[in-house]
T-cell receptor, first 110, second 113 residues
Framework: QQPVQSPQAVILREGEDAVINCSSS?????VHWYRQKHGEAPVFLMI?????EQKGHEKISASFNEKKQQSSLYLTASQLSYSGTYFCGTEGLNDYKLSFGAGTTVTVRA | DTEVTQTPKHLVMGMTNKKSLKCEQH?????MYWYKQKAKKPPELMFVYSYEKLSINESVPSRFSPECPNSSLLNLHLHALQPEDSALYLC????????????FGQGTRLTVV
């Protein structure tokens, strides 16, 4: 079952912040975040395993609310290199299937 | 070596052809995956191999046939494909099945004519 991502797209100026949300209707074991640039493979950003856990990668961080089955990705002080499509991937308890949301296209402009 | 290598990068095949996509990793990962990705869509899981055994088949048509000859290699055999099967086919690997980072290859861009 595919997680639901929002928003579909966001346009930022360099230095601005953004939040991407991911929610699932099933109980989750983990949430993954990947970024894919045009014509390239998805690149792993981070994985969150526990309720309330937060992680960071450069100025990109994420949280996972296990009770609500929701995760958010925070882009802070965005850089041009942050442009791309961000996918959340979720694994359910015991199914070990990494299913991706529809993606959020982020465009950072100078 | 943290790479997943896929060959070929591009493939054009007719609907009566038989071809194979190849994927290789040397990270000692025991789980390998095939995903299909259409333009502007997320990757869709097709197959998962865990310890060289097929553990997940997401109801993929039989014209796609996966094979895992050893722990480093993953093949996808294609036969009698349809034009709607044209897509980017991504291979990925991870240490184990579940809750670990997946490394993706660059993909094979497949066009069925």
């Amino acid at each position: 079952q595919q997680p639901v991502q929002s928003p579909q797209a966001v346009i930022l100026r360099e230095g601005e912040d953004a939040v991407i949300n991911c929610s699932s209707s099933k109980a989750l074991y983990s949430v993954h975040w990947y970024r894919q640039k045009h014509g390239e493979a998805p690149v792993f950003l981070m994985i969150l395993l526990k309720g309330g856990e937060q992680k960071g990668h450069e100025k990109i961080s994420a949280s996972f609310n296990e009770k609500k089955q929701q995760s958010s990705l925070y882009l802070t002080a965005s850089q041009l290199s942050y442009s791309g499509t961000y996918f959340c991937g979720t694994e359910g308890l015991n199914d070990y299937k990494l299913s991706f949301g529809a993606g959020t296209t982020v465009t950072v402009r100078a | 070596d943290t790479e997943v290598t896929q060959t070929p990068k591009h493939l054009v095949m007719g609907m009566t052809n038989k071809k194979s996509l190849k994927c290789e990793q040397h990270m000692g990962h025991r789980a390998m995956y095939w995903y299909k990705q259409k333009a502007k869509k997320p990757p869709e899981l097709m197959f998962v191999y865990s310890y060289e055994k097929l553990s997940i088949n997401e109801s993929v048509p039989s014209r796609f046939s996966p094979e895992c000859p050893n722990s480093s290699l993953l093949n996808l055999h294609l036969h009698a494909l349809q034009p709607e099967d044209s897509a980017l086919y991504l291979c990925a690997s991870s240490q184990g099945q579940g809750n670990t980072e997946a490394f993706f290859g660059q993909g094979t861009r497949l066009t069925v004519v």
